[in-house]
């Protein structure tokens, strides 16, 4: 399947400052990615849809204002939380759609002082 | 009814035994059917694919059963490094898309 990377794999930074993360698809040419966001003992929560050269599909809830995805090639979107707070703290972790299959990076792990 | 249930379990079972797990799903018109298992602090790595009425990797199993909406993992001889959190994850049709729908999970441990 394809390969995913995503940088950083964990950051610590204060409220009211912004975290931009990374998802590479390293192998794979990537039309559509995903971003999850996971709370502890909790399941992956579908946070955005990610289309390359166009503009992100969010979840009901997901505010897009916050979290500025940009999907501007078939190997890189960015997911950016602006203006972190500390309920912010999460796992964000990115995938990619491979035929029918979703194919996850290792994940962010960001925590908002 | 939730769109996807799984029992959170935890199944605690002895080495080399065989576990099953159930996960069902509420939308009929479901196109495809996924296991994951995902290890403490990491992300899903996929497991099995389900398209038709089942899949066989080893001492997995996978099967589909659409007449009553689940789908199961059978997971024989078990091993120590089996121990993990088990996603079902269904891709159902949704507002003229198709999405894919995470169960909560079923934690499995593997005893010693």
């Known amino acids: 399947g394809a390969v995913v990377s995503q940088h950083p794999s964990w950051v610590i930074c204060k409220s009211g400052t912004s975290v931009k993360i990374e998802c590479r698809s390293l192998d794979f040419q990537a039309t559509t990615m995903f971003w999850y966001r996971q709370f502890p003992k909790q399941s992956l929560m579908l946070m955005a849809t990610s289309n390359e050269g166009s503009k992100a599909t969010y979840e009901q809830g997901v505010e897009k204002d916050k979290f500025l995805i940009n999907h501007a090639s078939l190997t890189l979107s960015t997911l950016t939380v602006t203006s972190a707070h500390p309920e912010d703290s999460s796992f964000y972790i990115c995938?990619?759609?491979?035929?029918?299959?979703?194919?996850f990076g290792p994940g962010t792990r960001l925590t908002v002082t | 009814r939730k769109e996807v249930e799984q029992d959170p379990g935890p199944f605690n079972v002895p080495e080399g035994a065989t576990v099953a797990f159930n996960c069902t799903y509420s939308?009929?018109?479901?196109?495809?059917f996924f296991w994951y298992r995902q290890d403490c602090r990491k992300e899903p790595k996929l497991l099995m694919s389900v398209y038709s009425s089942g899949n066989e990797d080893g001492r997995f199993t996978a099967q589909l059963n659409r007449a009553s909406q689940y789908i199961s993992l059978l997971i024989r001889d078990s091993k120590l490094s089996d121990s993990a959190t088990y996603l079902c994850v269904v891709n159902q049709p949704t507002s003229g898309t198709y999405k894919y729908i995470f169960g909560t999970g079923t934690r499995l441990k593997v005893l010693a």
């Open positions: 939308n009929s018109a479901s196109q495809s």
């Open positions: 995938s990619v759609l491979q035929a029918y299959e979703q194919y």
